[in-house]
């Protein structure tokens, strides 16, 4: 049995890190898997085409935002040209009313949520030829009917296998790496509001790894944990590992709440080789009410000197983001913000529209704030 895993990033410098992770934690198993990864400005015919020629059995989407539509058209391509090639579906923009998403998506499959465990036993089943009925976090057609047969509860991340190994071609790319998943915070217009639960990985496998990192000499490492901060001891002794190392040509990329951080987080960062660490900031917007709107209480004047105590050294990037379109907020209010973000002098201020996203809170207010937003994707607010 052949299995295409595919993503379609938005940029040629991105990775895919979620097919990697698939891929990687049924090594052990008897098939075979292959990666191919596109960008969502590669010519639909010329997807098509690299896909087919591949001959799998079964193929599998990792589905975002920015690439849903064109996942949708290459599964009806995929079909007409060879309606037995099965295909499955995953990733946070299908992991939401996913039985809708399967009648509305010519795919035979979908995996909802966290994805390995699921994977590893439906490549095992479809393998021995057996019913996929107690496969959990799977929903998946049976004639014209879709079956679905729970959820999964969430894994263990050290049970997770490390998706990259000295073979790979890190050359001009973005490599993603997660110590965590989850998130401390309930922040309404985000995805992490709706999952529970906070882990980490074993912090010696973290070394470990991110040493693998430093000897490929990767030119940056993002990590995508949501708050990568949100455990002091565990995002100190990651900080202190990387800034006392002497030969290192990596960047690493975090995203952090700067409420968390502490006098001695500062002192450290403050020690950092210049280019070594960059952090990114999501502050939002800068008036109090709108962030009570939002379900978040971080105030501005309460980080707003850790930024600058952070900035004053010039050793660590900092980006801030700004988020336009949220509940309540009005220009005056959103200039004020930029203004605010602005006077700290940070490398890079990020501003994009407020997205209302499948299955985050926000999406059940919108009545409640007058929110109209786009309905396609990326759902952006419009009015």
């Keep these: ?30 098939y075979e898997c292959t990666l191919k990864e ?13 896909i087919i020629i591949e001959k799998p059995d079964i193929i599998g989407f990792s589905c975002y935002i920015w690439n849903i539509d064109k996942v949708k058209k290459l599964c009806k391509l995929i079909k007409l040209v060879d309606s037995s ?54 929903y998946y057609r049976d004639d014209a009917e879709i079956k679905y047969s729970g959820e999964r509860e969430l894994m263990d991340m ?31 217009y985000c995805l992490s509001a709706a999952i529970k639960g906070l882990r980490f990985l074993n912090i010696d496998r973290v070394k470990k790894e991110l040493d ?32 006392n ?20 987080l500062i002192s450290l960062l403050q020690k950092s080789p210049k280019g070594r660490i960059q952090l990114e900031i999501g502050v939002q917007t800068t008036n109090s009410r709108i962030l009570k709107n939002i379900d978040r209480h971080i105030e501005f004047d309460d980080i707003k000197g850790k930024i600058l105590n952070i900035q004053k050294y010039g050793n660590v990037n900092q980006h801030l ?8 907020e009005n220009f005056d209010s959103y200039r004020k913000s930029f203004n605010d973000i602005y006077s700290t002098n940070v490398s890079q201020i990020q501003m994009g529209f407020l997205k209302v996203l499948h299955g985050s809170p926000m999406e059940s207010q919108t009545k409640k704030w007058g929110i109209v937003y786009s309905p396609y994707p990326p759902y952006e607010v419009i009015k």
Excluded at 38 to 50: A, C, F, G, P, R
Excluded at 162 to 182: L, T, V
Excluded at 217 to 222: A, D, F, P, S, W
């Design 1 to 30: 049995m052949k299995i295409l895993l595919t993503a379609l990033n938005s940029k040629f410098i991105h990775t895919n890190l979620a097919i990697r992770y698939l891929k990687a934690y049924t090594k052990d198993i008897d």
């Design 38 to 50: 596109y960008t969502i400005n590669d010519l639909m015919e010329k997807v098509l085409q690299s």
């Design 85 to 138: 090639i099965n295909i499955f579906l995953g990733g946070p923009e299908v992991s939401y009313d996913c039985r809708k998403v399967l009648q509305d998506i010519d795919a035979d499959y979908l995996i909802e949520g966290e994805g390995e465990e699921t994977y590893r036993e439906f490549v095992i089943k479809k393998i021995n030829g057996e019913s996929l009925e107690k496969v959990k976090g799977l």
């Design 158 to 188: 050290n049970d997770l296998v490390f998706p990259y190994n000295d073979d790979d071609n890190f050359d001009n790319k973005i490599i993603y790496y997660e110590a965590s998943r989850g998130c401390p915070f309930k922040c309404s």
């Design 212 to 243: 693998f990192f430093i000897r490929k000499k990767v030119r940056l490492v993002k990590f995508v944990d949501r708050t990568f901060n949100a455990d002091r001891n565990f995002t100190y002794e990651i900080w202190n590992y990387l800034i």
């Design 245 to 264: 190392k002497k030969e290192c040509s990596t960047t690493f990329h975090f995203e952090i709440s700067a409420n968390l951080l502490t006098d001695d």
């Design 321 to 328: 983001d700004l988020i336009a379109g949220l509940p309540e």
